[in-house]
C-alpha cells in the first residue's frame, strides 16, 4: 500500500510519502506504538513480517 503523511507539526513544509502495509500506511503514529511495544502495533507488524518472510 502506499500512503501520504501530509506536512505536520515536526515538518511543516514536507509531506511523507511511503510504501509500506497498511497499518504503517495509514496511521501517523503506527511507528511510535511500534516501538512504544504496543500490543496491536506489535501483532500487525509480526503479522505481516511472516507474511513477507513467506514470500523470500
Known sequence: MV???PP???TP????SLIA???WAT????HE???D???HAMAGFKHEKAL???EV
Do not use: A
Open 21 to 23: 502495509f497498511r497499518e
Open 52 to 54: 513477507i518472510d513467506r
Open 8 to 10: 505536520g507539526p515536526l
Open 33 to 35: 506504538r511500534l516501538v
Open 27 to 30: 496511521d501517523r503514529l503506527f
Open 3 to 5: 500512503g501520504y503523511h
Open 13 to 16: 513544509n514536507v509531506g511523507t
Open 37 to 39: 511495544g504496543e500490543e
